[in-house]
């Protein structure tokens, strides 16, 4: 029996439907650092014991692009020896030190010790009321200004008027709308269509029609002509702030609110910036590109004052703290991660009152109302508290199963051995640093064609990475991933991600398997995999389709996105391998998106067969017709 015929692909789509509506709860180790397209524990999970059922309790498991480490993890739950690698510093480095065994106990002593060091920075962001009260502000929400082109006026860029609504409660009646003319704020109904600001008078529409325009146009609110955004966004920045969100603590259960700021709030504008943390430049990129258009040059130029003076305290104060080397290095991990939380680049979700990550969409945000959230406040998504409570909570995790024996860091280019523990390695997976055969499975999840630009994302980590600590600088050439600002494309894609399975071949042992999860909309990506599986010597045994998205995720949310994966399982090829039909995909195929995954797998392995086929269009055709599909969702270019 292949490892697929062993799941019970029903109970799977269940269980990963459950646990992805609350991730960080069923596998609280996705909070330890940021990385994009997480398979679902779950299902690597079901993967793995399906596999231990073929192999026994005792086998090498091999992840070559393991990113988000959720292969390395599952592994390690299990006490199975893995192998790990990835191109970029940020996820492997993550991934071994989440791998290193710390306890929860001595981890949250020095989390306290050094939040105790840091108490003074947050003083900055308290104010006292008329009445003796002390507050403290969570988030300041601010508005980019400009200077129109035309009149020479200044406009506060409020692409759409509404900033939020009054309150996280459900009935909330109550929202904050910004005007353009002078910045100011009014409360006023939330379901409104116009308002008339409370300063300057001036007659606003909400929610206008958005624009279908790559360079969106925006009217001056003074002298009414239309201006480019591009032109607007081009100036320096200069940001105004218009709302906080500000907490008491010191009552009980703790009182939090949000208000237009006034003259006593402790806020800082851009010109008192003296903090040179992180003056590292921002390289050219398709990702980066719109950083620099919108005005910013360094990485530093996306965080406040404030939020650099935190950062860069709490990786100095690291060190001096009273604990094991193992304890800093968690720390220091939580600390970096919180450098996605830039004041000048997070966006604020206006429905749910709550700051968002600066690449919470996969994308780093485009935003005019950006949010900086207070980093030691102890509400708030990603502020230092709250990432030390979520590295404890995995801490607890990961102790009630098994940590690895041994957790070893090491570059692609240290010499082959094996493994018994886990082996974390940093570089390109075109060279493996493990023995011929030495592992029965490799699961991994390739990069998905151009869908995700993962080392231009990666870079804000990188950066301060180099700021705590050296570390090797990524060649971004060797990414399988499509990039025109690198002046690489789908063939490029193919050539990396064959030489990648061309070496997990050899690592992989004569009677081993090889687990493909991967979707794609656009056929291109699926004939340059199967053209590397061809390349790299594997045939297709069988195929199976599984949920892997939750379609709440925000970067799911209202697009055209696939939400299951297909599952390719392969073997070496030599032996004869079956021609598949219906009947090799296993998983459930009542949707348009399954059939559409179960043909063009179909298709990825009649493709891989037989070495004349040049053209996977016409193969995936053909199994959709058979499949009695006429809606067709993979297409060349993904249109």
């Excluded at 607890?396 to 280019?413: E, G, I, K, N, V």
Aim: with cysteine; proline share 5%; charged share 25%.
């Amino acid at each position: 029996m292949s490892i697929i015929e062993r799941v019970n692909w029903s109970e799977l789509d269940q269980l990963v439907l459950r646990q992805q509506r609350n991730r960080a709860a069923h596998a609280p180790v996705i909070s330890l650092y940021r990385w994009w397209a997480r398979r679902p524990h779950s299902f690597a999970g079901a993967l793995l014991d399906a596999a231990a059922t073929k192999f026994g309790n005792r086998f090498l498991v091999a992840d070559p692009f393991s990113g988000g480490g959720t292969v390395a993890f599952e592994a390690a739950r299990r006490q199975l020896p893995i192998y790990a690698q990835d191109l970029y510093p940020w996820p492997s480095s993550g991934l071994a030190t989440a791998l290193t065994r710390v306890s929860p106990e001595a981890f949250s002593r020095a989390a306290k010790q050094l939040l105790l060091n840091l108490a003074s920075h947050r003083k900055a962001y308290w104010r006292k009321s008329a009445s003796g009260d002390w507050w403290e502000a969570t988030h300041v929400i601010r508005v980019r200004q400009s200077r129109c082109t035309e009149c020479a006026t200044n406009i506060f860029l409020f692409r759409d008027a509404l900033i939020s609504i009054a309150s996280r409660r459900v009935d909330e009646k109550w929202a904050f709308f910004g005007c353009a003319a002078c910045g100011s704020v009014s409360k006023r109904l939330k379901g409104i269509e116009h308002f008339v600001c409370k300063t300057c008078h001036l007659r606003t529409r909400v929610n206008p029609e958005p624009s279908t325009l790559s360079d969106p146009q925006l009217r001056c609110p003074h002298c009414r002509r239309s201006i480019s955004l591009s032109l607007l966004l081009a100036q320096a920045p200069l940001w105004h702030p218009v709302v906080i969100r500000e907490h008491r603590p010191d009552a009980e259960g703790g009182i939090s609110c949000l208000r237009p700021v006034d003259a006593s709030d402790p806020h800082v504008e851009q010109e008192s910036a003296t903090n040179l943390a992180c003056r590292v430049a921002i390289p050219d990129g398709l990702e980066t590109s719109h950083l620099k258009r919108h005005g910013f040059t360094f990485w530093g130029d996306l965080y406040t004052p404030r939020q650099l003076t935190v950062l860069t305290a709490a990786l100095e104060q690291v060190n001096s703290v009273d604990a094991a080397d193992s304890v800093q290095r968690h720390l220091r991990l939580a600390i970096l991660g919180a450098a996605e939380m830039p004041g000048y680049v997070c966006r604020w979700e206006r429905y749910h009152p709550k700051a968002l990550e600066a690449i919470a969409n996969h994308r780093f945000a485009r935003t005019t109302v950006a949010v900086e959230s207070n980093l030691l406040s102890p509400s708030g998504r990603g502020t230092l508290p709250r990432r030390f409570e979520a590295a404890a909570k995995a801490l607890r995790w990961m102790s009630t199963a098994s940590y690895p024996a041994r957790t070893r860091h090491a570059l692609s280019d240290a010499r082959r051995t094996n493994v018994s523990g886990a082996l974390v390695v940093t570089g390109s997976s075109q060279r493996q640093a493990l023995r011929d055969g030495a592992a029965q499975l490799v699961f991994t999840d390739p990069p998905y064609h151009d869908d995700l630009q993962y080392g231009e994302l990666a870079r804000l980590f990188h950066a301060w990475m180099n700021q705590a600590c050296e570390t090797t600088v990524p060649d971004e050439m060797t990414e399988a991933v499509p990039n025109s600002s690198r002046g690489t494309g789908t063939r490029h894609y193919e050539d990396v991600v064959a030489a990648c399975l061309t070496e997990s071949n050899r690592t992989l042992a004569a009677d081993g398997r090889l687990l493909l999860t991967f979707h794609n909309k656009d056929l291109r990506a699926w004939e340059a995999l199967a053209r590397a599986l061809r390349r790299a010597r594997f045939a297709v045994i069988r195929l199976a389709t599984v949920l892997a998205e939750n379609a709440a995720d925000h970067s799911k949310r209202g697009k055209q996105t696939f939400l299951s994966d297909l599952v390719i399982e392969c073997k070496p090829s030599g032996a004869r391998s079956p021609r598949l039909s219906p009947s090799h995909v296993h998983g459930a195929l009542k949707t348009p998106e399954r059939r559409n995954l179960a043909a063009i797998g179909l298709a990825l392995a009649e493709f891989v067969k037989e070495p004349a086929t040049e053209n996977l269009e016409p193969l995936f055709r053909k199994h959709l017709k058979a499949l009695k599909t006429r809606r067709v969702l993979i297409r060349r270019g993904g249109a």
